[in-house]
């Protein structure tokens, strides 16, 4: 009896990670990849070109509403959208990253998101005018810094403590330069901040590094921070618009 032939896989195949460790492969393998990664960078960037200038909150997607943390995201979204006139960009999925898009969609301002597709589907957030969904996380973490002017960490797991110490990597490193971080939730953030001690005890990060961070519970503090920063650093650029011949949508 002849077997059913199997389903042809695709090239890259996003439920299983394992490719990523099976060390070199066939040079059409490679250059399939590159093409699959720039077609995500092409894809983020026609998607997101016109939504800035921004501000981009990380944090949990496991915080429900009614949590505390949950809460104050939505305001933070909310006084972002209204006291700094910038748009709020998330992760696009649920927990933090929807509370700050919900306080900026339900007060009448700008609200966008670069979500990411998962084995298990993250699904999007309803309070976005605009998002897109990318396949790799690293071309999610250039997306989600590109387009922004500062950055709000709210409390969050592994993903979270990716996204800030990947993104303070490159302030400290001037990279980017003399872009707003705060960190909000002293009390969460607290062990971070004795082993980021620590750190300058043994020499491995310079004192001045500690200042890069602002730590509150205070969203009138992260506010005025960040009102600071941009005030002090740049002239914040108005957002772009759309050349028709283009086919460009805003």
């Known amino acids: 009896m002849i077997s059913e032939p199997e389903k042809r896989k695709p090239f890259i195949d996003q439920r299983h990670g394992d490719y990523y460790l099976e060390g070199p492969k066939s040079r059409r393998f490679e250059l399939l990849f590159i093409i699959d990664v720039l077609w995500e960078f092409l894809k983020g960037i026609r998607a997101l070109h016109f939504v800035g200038p921004c501000i981009t909150v990380f944090g949990s997607a496991r915080f429900k509403e009614g949590s505390v943390y949950y809460e104050q995201a939505r305001e933070l979204g909310k006084r972002i959208a209204n006291d700094l006139g910038m748009t709020v960009m998330t992760g696009g999925g649920p ?17 966008v998101g670069c979500n990411i597709k998962l084995p298990h589907e993250q699904s999007e957030n ?13 071309v999610r973490k250039v997306l989600l810094v590109k387009y922004s002017y500062g950055f709000v960490i709210m ?66 503090e992260a506010i005025e921070h960040i009102s600071l920063y941009l005030m002090t650093n740049y002239q914040v650029q108005k957002r772009r618009k759309p050349i028709w011949w283009l086919l460009e949508k805003g």
Do not use: H
């Open 95 to 111: 927990g933090i990253m929807e509370a700050a898009n919900r306080g900026a969609f339900e007060s009448g301002g700008r609200s």
């Open 126 to 138: 309803p309070y976005m005018q605009k998002w897109v969904k990318i396949k790799y996380f690293f």
């Open 155 to 220: 409390p969050g797991g592994v993903g979270t403590m990716d996204e800030l110490y990947e993104t303070l990597t490159l302030i400290q490193t001037r990279t980017v330069t003399n872009f707003p971080m705060v960190l909000m939730g002293t009390e969460y953030y607290k062990p971070m901040l004795a082993m980021l001690e620590k750190m300058v005890e043994q020499g491995t990060i310079s004192p001045e590094d500690l200042g890069l961070l602002k730590v509150t519970d205070s969203i009138d």
